[in-house]
């Protein structure tokens, strides 16, 4: 049972537009969010997150938006540049179990100059 | 700041052996936690030691153990390797809520 899911593989946009990526999940324990990039070969970095009682979170470039009642997270990267072609992994944990991290499968951004 | 370090980058090893995985944290984080990697899919729960005690387990058999050491360092051991054991063991270690990665280690079962 998928927990994360996010349903796009992959995602491509043009240099300087917003890049939006997505991510649904169905455990309603979860009550703090992350994104993670990561390069071929490296491991994942953490981006930004967000916690439940919270529905946006912004910081710089990314913002991320969590809608509670329809269990749904987004990250928008704006604006987007080359550089952060990557993969991204949205990632969730319950309190009381913060060490735990469930990932999603991953999305890859390909920005294009 | 030194970030997350794994050791070894990359290991061969043959079916039924061995491995040993090594991480330090992040200087002064004393929660690490242990994931696997398969190609195409995100990392997937084995552990979390904090200070030196199993807090967490993910679905993995028996022949994955691990240990937390006095200094927080941390060493992931699975035995009786099988080819679907040949994945990226990634190790990250946290503060609080946000968890930071090292390199990983790539282990190709043959």
């Known amino acids: 049972d998928q927990q994360v899911k996010q349903n796009s593989p992959s995602l491509s946009v043009q240099e300087g537009r917003i890049s939006i990526l997505n991510c649904d999940y169905t455990?309603?324990?979860?009550?703090?969010f992350l994104w993670y990039k990561k390069y071929p070969a490296e491991g994942p970095t953490f981006l930004i997150s967000i916690s439940s009682i919270k529905d946006k979170n912004e910081d710089g470039r990314f913002t991320v938006f969590l809608n509670k009642s329809a269990k749904h997270l987004s990250l928008h990267i704006v604006p987007s540049q080359p550089g952060d072609s990557a993969v991204y992994f949205c990632a969730a944990s319950a309190s009381g179990n913060t060490g735990k991290l469930i990932f999603g499968q991953g999305t890859t951004l390909q920005v294009k100059p | 700041d030194a970030g997350v370090t794994q050791s070894p980058t990359h290991l061969i090893k043959t079916r039924g052996q061995q491995v040993t995985l090594r991480c330090s944290p992040i200087s002064g984080h004393k929660s690490v936690s242990w994931y696997q990697q398969v190609l195409g899919q995100g990392p997937q729960f084995i552990f979390q030691?904090?200070?030196?005690?199993?807090?967490g387990r993910g679905n993995f058999p028996d022949r994955f153990s691990a240990r937390q050491f006095p200094n927080y360092s941390s060493e992931l051991n699975v035995n009786a390797l099988l080819l679907g054991d040949s994945a990226l063991y990634l190790c990250a270690s946290s503060l609080a809520q946000e968890q930071y990665f090292g390199p990983g280690t790539r282990l190709t079962v043959t």
């Open positions: 030691y904090y200070e030196k005690e199993e807090r």
């Open positions: 455990n309603s324990m979860f009550d703090y």
